[in-house]
C-alpha cells in the first residue's frame, strides 16, 4: 500500500474514496438486513428467517419463486435461443431487422406495462381471450406470471446467443458442411454445442430476474404469492420489518447464488463474446423445416410484443379498454392533472442527478479494477456489483433500514431534501454495476501500452486519464450514463419501500393507479414512461450509431 | 568517469517466479545505441521496462547523466520510447500524438506548431499531421511514434521492437531509414530487438542476453566473429558446431582433431589439450569443391539448393552434418546430390567452445 501510494498516489486516493462509499451505502444497508435477521434484543435470534422456512405457508412462498424462476428461465432461454438462431441463421433483410427489434423492444418495457396489456388483451373481459375467442381464461397467477416473465426477459438470452452466433467462426459451419454434414445435423452437432455458455448465461440471469420481480407477481400474480412482492406486501401492508427481513433473507439467497456463479463461471465469457468479431454474413440458412419453425415461433411472439405494446396505448386513450372503448384523453388529463405532473418531474430530475454519478462512478471503479496494481481491487469489483446481484426490494428494504435512523437520517419526508438522497443511493447502487462492466469491457480493450505511452512522454496519472483513458473510454461511460437514466426512470422494487409524499415516483404511481383500479391511468402513465425512455434511446442512437439499443439493453 | 546510462546489478522476478532479468550490468556510452539483443523471454524487454518505469527491478540501479533514474515515476524519466506497435493514441491526430508531451509540459503556441511541424518533416511526414494514425500505413505509424518520442529531444530513446510489426521487406528498408534519423539526431539509445540484421544495423554495439543474462557486450563484428560463447555464436548468424578433441594450445589458438583432419581454431575461453570442444564454422566459411582438390576434408552432397545469390549444400562429413552457403557465379554448375566432393575450411574463422 505504502508503495502504490508512492507510484500510484491518484489510484490509491480514489481506493480510500471508493472504499469509504461503498461502505456507506452498499455494505452499511446490507449489514442492516443481516442484522435484523439474525439479531434481536442484542442477542442471536434467526427467527424471521426460520420461520419463513418452518411454515407451511410461507415455505409454499419460497417454493413459488423458484419455481417461477427457473420456469421464467427455462422458457425465456429457449425463447432468446429461437429469436438469435432466427435472426441469424432463418431471416434475411427486413425480417430479420423486425425480428431484432421485437426482441429488444420488452427490454424498455416499464413494470406493470406488459402485464397491464396482458390484463386488457387477455383478462377476464380481455379483448382477445374473450370478446375475440371467447374464452373464459384468468390470466392471474403462475400461468400469466409465466407469460408476462417470458416476454419480459428473454431479449436478455437473444442478446447473449446473438453475441455468441456472431462471433462463431463461419468457417466452422462450412467445415461441417464440407464435410458432408446436413444443416439441421450442423445445427445439433455444431453450432449449439458452440452456444453452450450461452445456456447457463441467459437461464441463472433471467432466473435472477424472475426472482427479484415486483412489478409482475404484485398485478398478475393473484394467490400465487413471491418472495419479492411479500417482502413489498409485509412493510406496506402489514408495517412488519421482521417479517420482510425473513423473506428478504431468504430471497437473497438465491439470487447471490446465482448470480456469482454466472459471473464467475460464464461472465467473464462474454465481456469477450461482445467485443467479438462481427459475422461475415457468409453463415448458411437452416432447412426449411427448421426455419419455418422458427420464423413460426419468432412472428408469432412479435405479433405478441406488438399488441402488447398496441394495447398499453389503446388502454391509455380509451375509457376502459375492453370494457367501454369509447375514445377520450381523460386518463391523460387525470394524470397530469393531478399528482403525474409532479411524479414525472421528480423521478426525472432524481434519474438524472443519479444517472451521471452512477456512471462516472462505473467508471473509477473500473479503472481501479483493471489499470491499478493495488492488492484486493477486485473486491471492489464484487462488492459493487452487489447492487445489481440483489434483488431490489431487498436492497430497498436495507436502504430503509439503514438510513431511516441517525447517523444518517436520509428516508421519510423529514429527511434532508426530503427523503431525495435515498432515492438517488438506490439509483446508483442500482446501475453502477452496469456501468462498471462496460467500462471494464471497454478498458481491456485498450492496449496498456497507450496509458504507459502517456506516462513515458512526461504525464501524470490524472493527466494519462483525463487525455488518454477516458476520450477511449467514452462511449462506455455515455451509455452507461443513458442506461442508468432510463434504468432510474423504470425501476420499481428498489425505490418501492422509499417513497414519501415530498417525493413521488412514476412507477410507484402507476402501482397506486392500478391499486384503485383506475387501469386506464395506470396505461396512460405507462405510456409517459416508454415515450420517455425511447426518447432517451433514440438520442443514444443519434450519438453513437447502431449499437446504441444494445447497449442501452 | 561513469558512463552516460548505468544499469547495475539489475535484477527483476515475477509473481510467478520467472526470473525475467538476472543481474544486468551495462554501460552506454553518450550518443551512443546499444542493441539488447536475444530471444524472446531472455529479458531484454523487462530491462527496457525498467528503464522506462514500466517495472520495478527488485534489485540494482539504473543511473543516468550520473543520477539515479529508478527512484523516479515513470512520467518523471527522460527517456521517451517507441512501443511494440507505437501505441499512438487513436482518438488524436497525428499532429495531436507529436505534442501530447509538449503539452503535458506547457509547451503551446507558436513554439509547439513548429516543433511538432520540424519533428514530423524530420521523419518524413509533414502534410500528415490532420490525419488520424488508423489512416496511416504501418511504417508512417512507426514514424509517428519516432516523432513523438524525438519531440521532447530526450536524453535517452527507447525503442521496443519498433519494426517488429511490419513485413520483411518494409522492415529492412526502414531498417536503414532509422538508422540515418538515429545517426543524425545523435539521441542515446537503447535498442530492443530479437532479429540480429536490425540489432546489427542499428546498432554501435550489441548486448547478446540469454535467461536474463547480458552474455556478450561487444561491436557487431565483435559479435558475429568473436562470439564468448556458444549461444551467441548460435543466436547470431548461422553457425555448424562440431564435436573435437584439443590436441595443443598455442597462445590464443587451439590445434584440434576434428572431422578427420586437424585445425587451429581460436579459443573462447582457456583450453588445455584433451579438452572436448565444440568449433564454430560459419556456413560461408565452407567451400565446396571438387573432391580430388588438395587439402580439402571428402564429403558427400546430402542435397544442394540454389537460392539464388548463393548456393547451400547440406553435406555429410565424418559422419557429422555440414550447411554450407556460398555465393554462386551465374552458370557455374551445382554439385549434384549424392556426389562425393572436397571442403576447403577456412581455418581464421574457426572459434572452439568448451563442452
Not at chain 1, 13 to 38: D, K, N, R
Not at chain 1, 369 to 387: P, Q
Not at chain 2, 30 to 42: F, I, N, R, T
Request: proline share 5%.
Amino acid at each position: 500500500m505504502l508503495s502504490t501510494l508512492r507510484r500510484e498516489p491518484a489510484a490509491a486516493t480514489l481506493a480510500v474514496i471508493a472504499a469509504a462509499g461503498i461502505a456507506l451505502v452498499i455494505l452499511y444497508p446490507f449489514a442492516s438486513v443481516l442484522q435484523e435477521a439474525i439479531l434481536h434484543e442484542g442477542g442471536l435470534d434467526a427467527s424471521p428467517v426460520t420461520r419463513v422456512i418452518a411454515n407451511p405457508v410461507t415455505r409454499q412462498i419460497v417454493v413459488n419463486t423458484l419455481l417461477m424462476g427457473v420456469l421464467a428461465g427455462l422458457f425465456g432461454t429457449i425463447l432468446g435461443l429461437a429469436f438469435a438462431l432466427a435472426t441469424t441463421r432463418a431471416a434475411r433483410g427486413p425480417l430479420r431487422t423486425l425480428l431484432h427489434y421485437a426482441a429488444l423492444l420488452p427490454l424498455i418495457a416499464p413494470p406493470f406495462a406488459l402485464a397491464l396489456s396482458t390484463i386488457f388483451l387477455f383478462g377476464r373481459n380481455g379483448l382477445i381471450s374473450k370478446q375475440l375467442f371467447g374464452l373464459e381464461v384468468s390470466p392471474y397467477g403462475l400461468g400469466g406470471l409465466l407469460f408476462v416473465q417470458t416476454i419480459t426477459f428473454f431479449p436478455v438470452a437473444y442478446l447473449i446467443f446473438d453475441a455468441l452466433v456472431r462471433q462463431m467462426d463461419p468457417a466452422l459451419e462450412e467445415a461441417a458442411l464440407n464435410l458432408g454434414a446436413s444443416r439441421g445435423r450442423i445445427l445439433r452437432t455444431v453450432t449449439l454445442p458452440l452456444l453452450r455458455p450461452g445456456f447457463a448465461g441467459a437461464f441463472l440471469i433471467i432466473f435472477v430476474e424472475s426472482l427479484a420481480d415486483l412489478a409482475n407477481p404484485l398485478l398478475i400474480g393473484g394467490d400465487f404469492n413471491v418472495l419479492a412482492s411479500s417482502v413489498y406486501l409485509a412493510i406496506i401492508g402489514e408495517y412488519d420489518t421482521r417479517k420482510a427481513v425473513g423473506f428478504a433473507a431468504v430471497l437473497l439467497v438465491p439470487s447471490l447464488v446465482a448470480f456469482f456463479i454466472q459471473r464467475l463461471w460464464v461472465g467473464e465469457g462474454s465481456v469477450v463474446t461482445v467485443t467479438g468479431k462481427p459475422s461475415t454474413g457468409r453463415v448458411a440458412m437452416l432447412e426449411s423445416w427448421i426455419r419455418a419453425g422458427l420464423l413460426g415461433v419468432t412472428l408469432f411472439t412479435t405479433a405478441i410484443v406488438a399488441s402488447l405494446y398496441l394495447a398499453v396505448v389503446a388502454g391509455a386513450f380509451t375509457k376502459l379498454l375492453g370494457i367501454n372503448n369509447t375514445l377520450t384523453l381523460d386518463n391523460f388529463r387525470f394524470v397530469l392533472q393531478g399528482i403525474g405532473t409532479k411524479a414525472m418531474t421528480d423521478t426525472t430530475l432524481l434519474s438524472a442527478i443519479a444517472a451521471p454519478i452512477a456512471g462516472v462512478s462505473g467508471l473509477l471503479v473500473a479503472w481501479l479494477v483493471v489499470r491499478s496494481s493495488l492488492r484486493g481491487r477486485i473486491a471492489f469489483d464484487y462488492l459493487v456489483m452487489l447492487g445489481a446481484a440483489a434483488p431490489g426490494i431487498v436492497l430497498g428494504l436495507g436502504l430503509l433500514l439503514a438510513f431511516n435512523h441517525p447517523p444518517f437520517r436520509l428516508t421519510g419526508q423529514t429527511a434532508i431534501f426530503g427523503g431525495a438522497v435515498v432515492f438517488i443511493i438506490a439509483f446508483i447502487i442500482r446501475t453502477a454495476p452496469v456501468s462498471l462492466r462496460g467500462n471494464v469491457a471497454a478498458l481491456m480493450q485498450i492496449d496498456p501500452a497507450l496509458e504507459q505511452a502517456s506516462a513515458n512522454l512526461g504525464a501524470g496519472e490524472v493527466t494519462t486519464f483525463r487525455r488518454v483513458t477516458v476520450p477511449l473510454v467514452r462511449r462506455a461511460v455515455l451509455s452507461g450514463v443513458i442506461f442508468s437514466f432510463t434504468r432510474n426512470m423504470t425501476t420499481l422494487s428498489t425505490v418501492a419501500l422509499l417513497v414519501t409524499p415530498s417525493w413521488r415516483i412514476m412507477t410507484s404511481q402507476i402501482l397506486n393507479e392500478i391499486d384503485a383500479q383506475r387501469l386506464g391511468s395506470g396505461a396512460a402513465y405507462s405510456t409517459i414512461l416508454i415515450v420517455i425512455v425511447l426518447v432517451a434511446i433514440v438520442a443514444l442512437q443519434k450519438l453513437f450509431g447502431r449499437t446504441a439499443v444494445e447497449v442501452a439493453a | 568517469m561513469s558512463a552516460y546510462l548505468e544499469l547495475r546489478g539489475l535484477r527483476k522476478r515475477f509473481p510467478n517466479g520467472t526470473v525475467a532479468v538476472d543481474g544486468v550490468d551495462l554501460d552506454v556510452r553518450e550518443g551512443e545505441v546499444v542493441a539488447l539483443l536475444g530471444p524472446s523471454g531472455c529479458g531484454k524487454t523487462t530491462t527496457l521496462r525498467c528503464i522506462a518505469g514500466f517495472e520495478d527491478p527488485d534489485e540494482g540501479t539504473i543511473s543516468l547523466q550520473g543520477r539515479r533514474l529508478d527512484v523516479l515515476p515513470p512520467n518523471r524519466r527522460a527517456a521517451t520510447m517507441v512501443f511494440q506497435g507505437y501505441a499512438l493514441f487513436p482518438h488524436l491526430s497525428v499532429f495531436e500524438n507529436v505534442a501530447y508531451g509538449l503539452r503535458v509540459r506547457r509547451v503551446g503556441g507558436a513554439a509547439l506548431r513548429e516543433r511538432v511541424e520540424r519533428t514530423l518533416a524530420l521523419v518524413g511526414l509533414s502534410g500528415f499531421g490532420d490525419r488520424r494514425p488508423q489512416q496511416l500505413s504501418g511504417g508512417q505509424q512507426q514514424r509517428v511514434a519516432l516523432a513523438r518520442a524525438l519531440v521532447l529531444e530526450p536524453a535517452l530513446l527507447l525503442f521496443d521492437e519498433p519494426l517488429s510489426n511490419l513485413d520483411a521487406k518494409l522492415r529492412e528498408q526502414l531498417r536503414l531509414e532509422l538508422r540515418a534519423l538515429v545517426r543524425r539526431v545523435g539521441i542515446t539509445s537503447v535498442y530492443v530487438t530479437h532479429d540480429q540484421a536490425e540489432a546489427m544495423t542499428l546498432a554501435d554495439r550489441i548486448a547478446v542476453m540469454d535467461r536474463g543474462k547480458i552474455v556478450q557486450l561487444g561491436t557487431p563484428r565483435e559479435i558475429y566473429d568473436e562470439p564468448v560463447a556458444r549461444f551467441v555464436a548460435d543466436f547470431v548468424g548461422h553457425a555448424n558446431f562440431v564435436k573435437g578433441r584439443v590436441r595443443e594450445v598455442a597462445g590464443d589458438a587451439a590445434v584440434v582433431d576434428m572431422l578427420g583432419t586437424t585445425r587451429r581454431a581460436a579459443a573462447s575461453a582457456p583450453l588445455r589439450a584433451g579438452d572436448e570442444v565444440e568449433v564454430m564454422i560459419r556456413p560461408e566459411e565452407i567451400t565446396v569443391l571438387a573432391a580430388d582438390e588438395p587439402g580439402t576434408v571428402p564429403a558427400v552432397v546430402r542435397r544442394a539448393g540454389f537460392l539464388g545469390s548463393a548456393a547451400v549444400y547440406q553435406l555429410a562429413c565424418e559422419g557429422v552434418e555440414l550447411i554450407s552457403s556460398a555465393p554462386l557465379e551465374r552458370g557455374a554448375p551445382l554439385a549434384a546430390d549424392g556426389q562425393r566432393v572436397g571442403l576447403r575450411i577456412r581455418e581464421a574463422a574457426l572459434r572452439a567452445f568448451p563442452l
